[in-house]
């Protein structure tokens, strides 16, 4: 057995009222884990007993069932911080990215979000100290602020590139109107850290209608710009619905470099889960506080507001549903009324969700949240209005991750394919690499 290796037992009580003992051997367990497993041990406790009430406390929140014997309902999460291959979390919101790409053995290297309540959300969450605000700060210098990363993950705020104002400009002899047009937009500050940095990969979220945006002008600029660059595009609208019970069509984007990975690289996005749809009652909470039910002013509004619009053809409307439901597209304005998703409580007039439950609708679940540390669910650190507007402005974990699955296994196929071995050191800076 190597230094870097433990073993723990555990007593099983066989059906004829004997005992076993089952013996699992953990290889190559990190020397920062080791050092922190004897700290623990120093408090009297044997090794095995850490081990065990770590694990029992990980099995409680994810099976309920018993530790070698039980088959769980789910994949168990595999370990966040493995660091298989790095990646860095642009316009990170709370995390949706990190997450995925963590729950795959991703590990971040960088942080940009510019608000500041989503940063306390991202610190609580992640305990990352170090965040960049606004990532277009002049002061930032991209080369050197920002590790080598082996994928670039953004779910960027969609502003339209103005064709029609950057061929005025130029008729009018401005020679720099697309150069105006570029510093207001975030997407060209992508571009520059693709320059700058040579991400092998690129991971981007976005809103279903990105190719339609702008009479289709935004998608064929994004298209170009990459391809320019070398990269080859995977493109594909997703609906979150297999992974939460919401309706939630996002377009994710997944460029590999041409350079690093040739012209085929092994990608395909995920299939959904095999798995039951989840229905909107398994993120429900069975006594939510009664201050989420809707006053009879704004319940009254809200159906007279519909009656309204019905009356003129109009579908805008409340969405009012039962635990046995899928919501609509939680929105950042949910904190207004409420009015997209709202459960039906007869007598009583409907309710919002919590913001609990509205994490969890994201898909901000007791699997991830007990992953990253935080028991059933993660905690929210800010104001309701600002967790809603949080949570409706954020990318399902889980479609990350099962997308994020099929990009680490594209790295370790290339990486293995071509050395041998999985991990090697960037030449340019301190940062492990998997793909250099
Ligand atoms: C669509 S949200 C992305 C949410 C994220 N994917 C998540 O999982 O929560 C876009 C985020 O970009 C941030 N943002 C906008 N402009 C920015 C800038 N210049 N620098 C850094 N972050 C910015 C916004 O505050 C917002 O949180």
């Known amino acids: ?34 050092r922190w497993l004897r700290a623990k041990c120093k408090t009297g406790r044997t090794q095995n007993e850490v081990l065990l009430e770590l694990l029992h406390g990980a099995m409680d929140r994810e099976f309920g069932g018993a530790l070698f014997g039980a088959v ?5 999460p595999r370990t966040p911080p493995s660091g298989l291959f790095t990646f860095i979390d642009l316009f990170a919101g709370i995390g949706g990215f990190r997450i995925g790409m963590t729950m795959n053995g991703g590990r971040c290297v960088f942080t940009s979000e510019r608000d500041r309540f989503c940063q306390r959300t991202y610190r609580a969450w992640f305990g990352e100290e170090s965040i960049q605000g606004d990532i277009n700060d002049p002061a930032i210098d991209l080369g050197r602020d920002i590790p080598d990363h082996d994928v670039l993950c953004a779910g960027f705020p969609c502003q ?45 979220e976005n809103v279903k209608n990105l ?58 996005f995920p299939d959904p889960p095999i798995a039951a749809a989840p229905i909107l009652g398994e993120v429900l909470d069975p006594d939510p506080p009664a201050q989420y039910t809707l006053t009879d002013h704004l319940w009254g509004y809200l159906q007279a507001y519909a009656r309204k619009h ?24 949910y904190h207004k009324d409420g009015s997209e998703i709202l459960i039906a409580q007869p ?8 913001p609990t439950e509205a994490g969890r609708l994201m898909g901000y679940g007791r699997r991830y949240a007990g992953a990253f540390g935080h028991g059933a669910d993660f905690p929210i650190v800010v104001s309701d209005t600002q967790a809603y507007r949080q ?46």
């Open 72 to 76: 769980p309902i789910q994949s168990p």
């Open 391 to 436: 949570f409706g402005n954020s990318v399902v974990p889980g479609v990350v991750e099962a997308i994020g699955q099929r990009i680490a296994d594209a790295i370790v196929a290339r990486a293995t394919g071509r050395s041998g071995s999985l991990l090697r050191r960037s030449r340019h800076s301190r940062t492990a690499s998997v793909l250099t």
């Open 1 to 34: 057995m190597l230094i870097s290796d433990i073993m723990f037992t555990q007593r099983r009580r066989g059906t004829d009222g004997g005992g076993a003992d089952l013996q699992l051997l953990v290889r190559k367990v990190p020397r920062d884990l080791h």
């Open 211 to 268: 190719r339609s945006h702008d009479r289709g002008n935004t998608w064929r600029v994004i298209r170009s710009e990459l391809e320019v660059r070398g990269y080859l595009l995977h493109a594909e609208v997703i609906d979150a619905r297999a992974w939460v019970p919401q309706h939630r069509e996002r377009i994710f984007i997944v460029g590999f470099d041409r350079g690093v990975f040739g012209d085929s690289p092994r990608f395909e």
């Open 160 to 204: 339209p590139f103005s064709i029609a104002g950057v061929s005025k400009k130029r008729s009018l002899g401005m020679a720099d109107g697309f150069a105006d047009e570029k510093q207001g937009n975030l997407f060209f500050r992508i571009c520059d850290i693709v320059d700058a940095k040579r991400p092998p990969v690129l991971f981007i």
């Open 310 to 333: 019905a009356a003129k053809g109009n579908g805008f409307g409340f969405g009012l549903v039962t635990p046995k439901d899928v919501t609509r597209t939680l929105s950042a304005r």
């Open 347 to 354: 007598p009583w007039n409907p309710r919002r969700l919590t």
